[in-house]
């Protein structure tokens, strides 16, 4: 079993900047069978998109409304993925989830929420 927890969401003005965090823990076996980790969010009265993810060699991939402004980066050492946002816009305003796969699994953190508005 693997247990993912968020940080780092909050309020912030337009252009600004937030840094989530998301921590694996469960056994080693576990950890060690995690494929790829990722960031997905929900607004309201929309479904859950993926944000971003990372594969366990660093190979990323990000949604188009995002490239440019958002880094996806993990740190293997630490079992954590980060997610870097800059240039936040209001339309980024949404419960981010962390996410974590691996063969015949999927995990999911609680969430965390991130508000843009002035």
């Known amino acids: 079993q693997v247990q993912l927890v968020e940080s780092g969401g909050g309020l912030v003005q337009p252009g600004g900047s937030l840094r989530l965090s998301c921590k694996a823990s469960?056994?080693?076996?576990?950890?060690?069978?995690?494929?790829?980790m990722g960031w997905y969010r929900q607004a309201p009265g929309k479904e859950r998109e993926l944000v971003a993810d990372i594969t366990s060699g660093g190979r990323t991939n990000y949604a188009d409304s995002v490239k440019g402004r958002f880094t996806i980066s993990r740190d293997n050492t630490k079992n954590t993925v980060y997610l870097q946002m800059n240039s936040l816009k209001p339309e980024d305003t949404a419960v981010y989830y962390c996410?974590?796969?691996?063969?015949?699994?999927?995990?999911w953190g609680q969430g965390t929420q991130v508000t843009v508005s002035s």
């Open positions: 469960g056994s080693i076996f576990s950890i060690n069978s995690i494929n790829a």
């Open positions: 996410n974590a796969a691996r063969i015949g699994y999927v995990h």
